[in-house]
């Protein structure tokens, strides 16, 4: 008989598993409660929310969101990564974590609304793409380079014709004075 503060839990993690853009999970075996603090407070700090749960819960939650397959990436002792916002900055930040600190943390894998399970070689390449902010920048300039180029070509024979004006008249001037 399930009790009432499981039955909350999953109902909980159900409604975080359906507002998510991306949902990470990562074994967190071998890894010092210290560790697991400091964890989590950079989490909080890069809008992401990590969570411990009992895997039997999330996979209740996760059938009762409709997202059957996140089983598959859970295994073991696994906390989940909720991301509300980009997907690429919680990918991002999980990963810089486990990096810059080498922390035993393992990413066990994501899922992002109903695509797919993105394995863990996945969500590390995610976590290397740019920006969204860099990729709009990169795209502007490809859409901005073809017309760039354009008008420089547009415009080199009137330069052209302006310099030789310009050297004309300072010839004259020139010419005028000696006169």
């Known amino acids: ?21 991306i949902a990470l999970t990562a074994g967190y075996s071998g890894i010092p409660v210290n560790d697991m603090t400091e964890l989590r407070r950079r989490m909080t700090e ?11 819960l999330a996979n209740l939650a996760a059938e009762e969101a409709q997202v059957p397959h996140f089983s ?13 916002a980009d997907p690429v900055d919680t990918a991002r930040a999980v990963n810089d974590y486990i990096r810059t600190t080498r922390s035993p943390l393992s990413i066990q ?17 995610l976590a290397t793409l740019p920006s969204k902010p860099q990729l ?4 502007l ?10 008008m420089g070509v547009l415009n080199g024979p009137l330069q ?20």
Request: with cysteine.
């Open 160 to 179: 052209n014709l302006d310099g030789l004006l310009q050297a004309r008249i300072r010839q004259l001037e020139e010419g005028g004075e000696a006169a």
């Open 1 to 21: 008989m399930p009790t009432q503060a499981k039955i909350e839990r999953v109902a909980e993690i159900k409604e975080k598993l359906e507002r998510c853009s």
């Open 72 to 84: 598959e990436i859970i295994e073991g002792p696994t906390a989940i990564a909720f991301g509300y």
């Open 46 to 56: 890069a809008g992401v929310e990590f969570v411990v749960i009992k895997n039997t």
């Open 109 to 125: 894998g994501a899922i992002m609304g109903p695509g797919p399970i993105l394995p863990p070689n996945e969500v590390e390449r």
């Open 141 to 150: 300039g490809q859409i901005q380079s073809p017309i760039s180029r354009l």
């Open 136 to 139: 709009m920048a990169n795209l």
